[in-house]
């Protein structure tokens, strides 16, 4: 089955400055990416998503990259605020639009500092 | 605006009780998904199921079961709790059958197994 790693655990950004986090895949099969953001006490809720068809794509300071060949996709937050303080989870699967499950990374407790 | 609710925000329970998680979605959502989350062990999945009484299991399904008899309710049954299985439970729903992948989390079941 699919296995996801996900780094760092842990990171800590000063307020403004950019952070970004990392995953790995491995079944080359996976072909649809999502990201969640869960902050603390509330349920994960997807922020950004990219399928296999697609290198990058942008939501305001968000963004994604995909590289399959290394079977490796990284989360971009530019100019991060303290809201952005949260538990990022990446995920992946063999997406046939809607019908297969998702992979979960083991999180990144992301803390924006003042 | 999707709505996936879980019977309990905090249950406490005795080594070998029988234990009833419920999840309900207004959504009219094909997919339905229990996870268990642990610290540093991400979102893992234990069952899911695409369609009404059929389910299938995902990575840690030793020691649960499932039962979905209405397409909105998706219960997730401990036959005999062990302390082992104190965790956060997540339940999530998706569209499923053609539409997006996007899964919407309930706001998580916090057990204890004493």
């Known amino acids: 089955g699919e296995n996801v790693e996900q780094h760092p655990s842990t990171l800590s950004v000063q307020e403004g400055d950019s952070a970004v986090i990392k995953c790995t895949y491995s079944d080359s099969a996976s072909n649809y990416f999502p990201w969640y953001k869960q902050e603390l006490g509330k349920r994960p809720q997807l922020i950004i998503d990219i399928r296999s068809n697609v290198g990058e794509k942008k939501d305001q300071r968000i963004a994604v990259t995909l590289n399959k060949t290394a079977k490796h996709f990284s989360l971009h937050i530019t100019e991060t605020q303290p809201e952005d303080s949260a538990v990022y989870f990446c995920a992946a699967s063999r997406s046939n639009f809607g019908n297969e499950k998702l992979t979960f990374g083991t999180g990144t407790r992301l803390t924006i500092i003042p | ?114």
């Open chain 2, 1 to 114: 605006d999707v709505k996936v609710t879980q019977s309990s925000r905090y249950l406490v329970k005795r080594t070998g009780e029988k234990v009833f998680l419920e999840c309900v979605q207004d959504m009219d959502h094909e997919n339905m998904f229990w996870y268990r989350q642990d610290p540093g062990l991400g979102l893992r999945l234990i069952y899911f199921s695409y369609d009404v009484k059929m389910k299938e299991k995902g990575d840690i399904p030793e020691g649960y079961s499932v039962s979905r008899e209405k397409k909105e309710r998706f219960s997730l049954i401990l036959e005999s709790a062990s302390t082992n299985q104190t965790s956060m439970y997540l339940c999530a729903s998706s569209s499923g059958g053609g539409g997006t992948d996007t899964q919407y989390f309930g706001p998580g079941t916090r057990l204890t197994v004493l």
